[in-house]
């Protein structure tokens, strides 16, 4: 099972920029995906996360600006708009898989990490 993220880059205060995730391999289903952030020298935290029945939960810094949805089971993305320099960071995607032929579930799969820079 793989992750792969895209779609970082370096943008203005005030710009956007849409992230994509999109999961392959020997995947029966994913309840959840979520972005995460981790900024220079700091934790990483989550950013949104959306269930697989369109439930959506937000970071309060990103509430209003930032838009997570799903395309399918497999794919996601993170639209961000307004964006502000304490946006600066790489960006990863997670999600809650559970393999074909399994029935665990396992949320330890992640994206390799997309550096979003945003110049003031």
């Known amino acids: 099972v793989q992750l792969q993220a895209c779609g970082g880059g370096l943008v203005q205060a005030g710009g956007s920029l849409r992230l994509s995730c999109a999961a392959s391999?020997?995947?029966?289903?994913?309840?959840?995906m979520a972005w995460y952030r981790q900024a220079s020298g700091k934790e990483r935290e989550v950013v949104a996360s959306m269930s697989n029945y369109g439930v959506t939960v937000y970071a309060d810094s990103v509430k209003g600006r930032f838009t997570i949805s799903r395309d399918g089971d497999k794919t996601a993305y993170l639209q961000m708009n307004n964006l502000e320099p304490a946006d600066t960071a790489v960006y990863y995607c997670n999600a809650l898989i559970r393999q074909q032929g399994s029935s665990r579930f396992s949320n330890d799969y992640w994206g390799q990490g997309t550096l979003v820079t945003v110049s003031s």
């Open positions: 391999g020997s995947i029966l289903s994913i309840p959840l």
